[in-house]
């Protein structure tokens, strides 16, 4: 699709870092200025600025098909602190953001801010540690990757009560994103999906939100996901 296509792309980015990425892509135009280029030139462009393994990942992000679905896993460690493991079902690597966003104490919880927003690659060698327990923690956070995202039960909680809270029009997206994936695959009712909606849409200051939300609601929740009543 389109929008893997623009996703893969920025995930490459994020996932060589940018300085390696624009030392590839400088190579790859001086090596075939005035000239035509296959992918395979590309990749090889890109190989030659980094250590990581270009040509596994256009392997199997670009030959092969589907989403992979990243789960997070909190966990209670010594003296109240937590750790991050991300289950991982799929065959990508990827490299996320991880906001963990807490209450705004001083506006009476109706808002969350940013504390933090972690690096990580997935599969991970270890658990990482994010401190104390956030209110909401959403991998993908930046829509750094193409991937079905999930939530633990503390963050699906927050959700629904402070989604409008967000401070980022595309943190918000991200999170109605989960939103709908989790209702095609089943794994949130449909009703559930229109109580965040109806609770948080008229609060919604951002348009293309707004519109994506309600034909998603309209089209599919109201006419294909629930019954009649």
């Known amino acids: 699709s389109y929008a ?9 980015v994020t996932w060589l870092g940018e300085k390696d990425f624009l030392a590839g892509i400088n190579t790859h135009f001086t090596r075939h200025r005035f000239a035509n280029a296959a992918l395979a030139d590309f990749i090889d462009s890109l190989a030659s ?12 992000w670009l030959r092969t098909t589907g989403v992979d679905t990243l789960r997070p896993v909190v966990t ?12 991982h079902k799929g ?9 963990l966003y807490d209450l ?19 599969p991970q060698s270890t658990p990482q540690p994010i401190g104390k327990r956030p209110t909401l923690l959403l991998l993908n956070d930046g829509d750094l990757t193409y991937a079905k995202v ?9 959700v629904t009560e402070c989604l409008s809270g967000l401070p980022s029009p ?4 991200v999170v109605w994103n989960a939103l709908r994936d989790a209702v095609r695959d089943g794994e949130l009712p449909p009703t559930a999906y229109l109580d965040v909606a109806r609770a948080h849409l008229p ?4 348009l293309a939100l707004v519109q994506g939300v309600l034909a998603f609601a309209s089209t599919y929740v109201a006419d294909r996901y629930t019954t009649p009543e």
């Open 4 to 12: 893997k296509g623009a996703s893969a792309l920025r995930q490459l």
């Open 49 to 60: 600025a980094t250590e990581r393994d270009v040509h596994a990942w256009a392997d199997t």
């Open 76 to 87: 209670r460690g010594e003296e109240g602190t937590y750790t991050l493991q991300v289950e």
């Open 91 to 99: 065959s990508r690597p990827h490299r996320i953001a991880v906001g």
């Open 104 to 122: 705004d104490v001083a506006d009476e919880g109706r808002h969350l801010v940013l504390r933090d927003r972690l690096d990580l690659d997935v």
């Open 150 to 158: 999930r939530f633990d039960t503390e963050s699906f909680k927050a």
């Open 170 to 173: 595309l943190t918000r997206a």
């Open 203 to 206: 609060h919604e200051t951002d």
